[in-house]
């Protein structure tokens, strides 16, 4: 376990929260300790918001129960075009190293690979280059 700074816990209620589907951060009092799937003895855990523990991805709903095929993919972030660009994906060396999530109101830009407002992505994520009627 790590203890990190108020940022992975600015404006939230004390609790326990997912962090990118293979961790988990406990937040009190807006500073937070963050830990790491899978908890021993388990393993290729990912974290299971509803029952708040690292879980076989089996169990646990999309899109940290989704493992994506990265096997033949570049190194790089995917934006998860089934949850409406809201969250991406990262790939190294053919391994998937889970999801994380745009903050409300951006989608993510696979061409900067960062979260961006929807009107400085292209489509299918974005609006950038097309016509409001």
């Not at 937040?27 to 003895?41: A, E, F, K, V």
């Not at 523990?53 to 998860?80: E, F, H, I, N, S």
Request: aromatic content about 10%; glycine content about 8%; overall charge neutral.
């Amino acid at each position: 376990a790590h203890l990190i700074s108020a940022d992975e816990c600015f404006g939230k209620v004390d609790g326990v929260y997912e962090v990118a589907c293979r961790s988990y951060v406990i937040c009190r009092n807006q500073h937070g300790t963050i830990h790491n799937c899978p908890d021993p003895p388990a393993t290729n855990t990912v974290f299971n918001s509803n029952t708040k523990a690292c879980d076989d991805p089996a169990r646990v709903p999309a899109p940290c129960g989704m493992w994506q095929d990265c096997t033949l993919l570049a190194d790089k972030r995917y934006a998860d075009i089934t949850r409406n660009c809201t969250s991406y994906y990262t790939c190294h060396g053919g391994t998937y190293f889970g999801h994380n999530f745009c903050n409300p109101g951006v989608v993510f830009d696979e061409v900067m690979q960062i979260c961006n407002w929807p009107q400085n992505v292209a489509p299918p994520c974005g609006t950038r280059g097309t016509k409001r009627r």
